[in-house]
């Protein structure tokens, strides 16, 4: 069983930052991808950005240039730092692991975290 655990959102007013991490623990033979999504109000969940297979990041156009991803060494801990931020930001992010879960990675699974809030407001 695989968890994710969030953490760094929070209340930030207009051109401020925030960091976001996500922690993966349990057991997993290998990461395939992680993400970052986010949910506003009413709205659909989107990608915001990504670690694809083979590491190269995506970003949704409404972040290129102001967010961030990363991740640390052991691959297990995703970051997402976001600069500028303005209310168009304001959603609940959702970090989502693709997984091996036998050593040959032969079977992938997804899990995704609980979600942290961010409100972006003067």
């Known amino acids: 069983q695989v968890q994710l655990v969030e953490s760094g959102g929070g209340l930030v007013q207009p051109g401020g930052s925030l960091r976001l991490s996500c922690l993966a623990s349990g057991r997993f033979y290998g990461i395939n991808a992680m993400a970052w999504y986010r949910q506003a109000p009413g709205k659909q969940r989107e990608l915001v950005a990504e670690?694809?297979?083979?590491?190269?990041?995506n970003y949704a156009d409404a972040v290129k240039g102001r967010f961030t991803i990363s991740r640390n060494f052991a691959g297990s801990t995703v970051y997402l730092q976001m600069n500028s931020l303005n209310p168009d930001d304001t959603a609940a992010y959702y970090c989502k692991v693709d997984y091996y879960i036998d050593y040959r990675k032969s079977g992938m699974a997804s899990v995704w975290g609980q979600g942290t809030r961010v409100t972006v407001s003067s």
């Open positions: 670690f694809t297979n083979g590491g190269s990041t």
